[in-house]
């Protein structure tokens, strides 16, 4: 087998690796939507914010049969590499995960990494691939879909007033696309907030986000094709950024939103900033982009707070998702 890197431009990997992401997804994740070609090469290019993984196709016999991720950050956390294998289900069992792991974590190895994650749908199979391998189960997380056709909006617009009353103090900015330059500081004291969120027993440092970064995620996500809408709500008293949202909408499939941060600045906790942001956020999308059908969110099990907020707004449970760690 061979294991061989691409990018977003060698088309015929970029393809390879979208029907096996689908065709695994089938099994493994079917509620997920389908990967794109057109996404997948946006995604390779940029990332999350401009620090694209390393992609790897496995060859046996000139067929794609898995597919190897391999992604660290200059910006902190680097005592560690994340990775991401992936077997077609028909190639499964027959030593190619295994493979792939082996060449990935020699690689962190050799950068001089001393810890490397993986993540995984919840199965059977994936919890005795990552033991089998020595990866301990260290944070879970739930993915959620808010579908609008089902929601009750006389709650949610309900829920906005009654937020809205308690949080007086505040005003909601809503903004599409770049921040504007003026803010981004401020932007990026309250996106370090997000470090609150739980992480569990995974060995993480919190992440650093001076404003280039908070610009590189935000130029990643537009050079992804995906439509950015983020509110901000801001202390009238001191001008303070207390809280923030953020929705991508996809160019190429518009009725696809994704919910990307949330976070309320520790000395605004408690006010219910979180659920007048969210449901601030649904109504504006309504309004806006009528066409967006479902918001797909993702919380750490433990994060109690964000989740009673998403269960409030509608969101349902599509899956499982759980993160391994090992030291090297
Ligand atoms: C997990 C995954 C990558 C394994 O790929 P694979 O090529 O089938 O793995 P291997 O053949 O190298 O299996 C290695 C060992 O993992 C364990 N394992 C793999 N699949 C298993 C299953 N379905 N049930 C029980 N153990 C399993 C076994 O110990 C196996 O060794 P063995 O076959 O000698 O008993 C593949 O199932 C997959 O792509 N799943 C979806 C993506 C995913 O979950 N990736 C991250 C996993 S942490």
């Known amino acids: 087998m061979e294991l061989r890197q ?31 070609e057109s996404d997948e090469r946006g995604f390779l290019r940029f990332g999350w914010d401009k620090e694209p993984m390393l992609a790897f196709v496995a060859v046996e016999d000139g067929k794609a049969v898995g597919l190897g991720e391999y992604s660290t950050s200059e910006w902190d ?47 059977e199979t994936a919890i005795a691939f990552a033991t089998k391998h020595g ?38 900015v ?17 996106t370090a907030a997000i470090n609150d969120a739980p992480t569990d027993d995974l060995d993480i440092e919190d992440e650093v986000f001076p404003p280039e970064r908070v610009r590189d995620y935000e130029e990643a996500q537009l050079g992804r094709k995906q439509a950015l809408f983020r509110i901000v709500a801001r202390h009238r008293e001191t001008g303070e950024l207390a809280g923030h949202t953020v929705v991508a909408v996809e160019e190429e499939r518009p009725w696809i939103g994704h919910q990307h941060d949330t976070a309320v600045s520790p000395a605004h906790r408690g006010n219910r900033l979180g659920l007048l942001l969210k449901a601030d956020m649904m109504l504006w999308l309504r309004a806006d982009q009528p066409q967006v059908l479902t918001v797909d969110t993702w919380n750490a099990e433990s994060n109690d707070h964000m989740i009673g907020v998403n269960k409030a707004l509608g969101y349902q449970i599509l899956g499982r998702g759980l993160q391994f760690q090992r030291d090297l």
């Open 6 to 36: 691409f990018g977003p431009d060698d088309l015929d990997d970029v393809r390879g690796r979208v029907e096996i992401l689908n065709a695994a997804s089938a099994v493994d994740s079917p509620w997920d939507h389908p990967a794109t």
């Open 77 to 123: 956390n680097k005592h560690l590499a994340w990775l991401g294998v992936v077997v077609a289900p028909e190639h499964r069992r027959r030593g190619y995960g295994t493979q792939i792991l082996e060449a990935l974590v020699e690689r962190a190895r050799g950068e001089g990494r001393s810890s490397v994650g993986i993540d995984a749908w919840e199965s």
């Open 135 to 172: 990866f301990e189960r260290k944070s879970q997380a739930i993915n959620r879909r808010q579908t609008l056709a089902d929601i009750d909006w006389t709650t949610v617009e309900r829920d906005r007033e009654q937020a809205a009353a308690a949080t007086a103090a505040y005003e909601l």
């Open 174 to 190: 809503r903004r599409t696309g770049l921040t504007p330059d003026d803010e981004l500081s401020a932007l990026a004291g309250l």
